[in-house]
Antibody, heavy 120, light 106 residues
């Protein structure tokens, strides 16, 4: 069955960096675009970033552009999100989610999320 | 950027009630709209895609309608385990979520 498992969350100081990972299994990873979506405590869902199935196209929300970098390794079925210059506003649960197709589409599978807390 | 506005933000209804949540897009998104259900501490789950297509395994009491800028999610007969927060999402241009509707059981 399709599985997405995030890891790498934790407590980080403002201004520092953190790298999240998402391990995929149960489907042909290289055939699907993958997103990162975040949810601040008690708030709604916010789309963060998308990477195309082959890694050639990357998109970011304005709130993270220039600070976050999405990447994927199709040989290892893994997705990453490198986050830098973190601030309290980046505190959230970060989900990876599979796009139904190779690019923009609805999200048909989600991971369980990993919590990032930015605090001194 | 396309903005998505959901209403109401919360609603309280009784078991068996018919419940409707609306979602409005700031510009036309054709039928590129999905609905998700999220329970506390869990990831969202897909209910409806392309405005009105029911995801496999989702109970038939859930239905979606609309196109262009006006959309609705209807639960025909509210059940106790439908207590959750519901989000709409447009995927016509990038991706944007509505603010969510928390459904409570009276």
């Amino acid at each position: 069955q399709v599985q997405l498992v995030e890891s790498g969350g934790g407590v980080v100081q403002p201004g520092r960096s953190l790298r999240l990972s998402c391990a995929a299994s149960g489907f042909t990873f290289s055939s699907y675009a993958i997103h990162w979506v975040r949810q601040a405590p008690g708030k709604g869902l916010e789309w963060v970033s998308l990477i195309s199935y082959d890694g050639t196209k990357k998109y970011y929300a304005d709130s993270v552009k220039g600070r976050f970098t999405i990447s994927r390794d199709n040989s290892k079925n893994t997705l990453s999100l490198q986050m830098s210059s973190l601030s309290a506003e980046d505190t959230a649960v970060y989900f990876c989610a599979r796009s139904h197709s190779t690019a923009w589409d609805y999200f048909d599978y989600w991971g369980q999320g990993t919590l990032v807390t930015v605090s001194s | 950027d396309i903005q998505m506005t959901q209403s109401p933000s919360t609603l309280s209804a009784s078991v068996g009630d018919r419940v409707t949540i609306t979602c409005r897009a700031s510009q036309s998104i054709s039928s590129w709209l999905a609905w998700y259900q999220q329970k506390p501490g869990k990831a969202p789950q897909l209910l409806i895609y392309q405005a009105s297509s029911l995801e496999s395994g989702v109970p038939s009491r859930f239905s979606g309608s609309g196109s262009g800028t006006e959309f609705a999610l209807t639960i025909s007969s509210l059940q106790p385990h439908d207590s959750a927060t519901y989000y709409c999402q447009q995927y016509s241009s990038y991706s944007t979520f509505g603010g969510g509707t928390k459904v409570e059981i009276k």
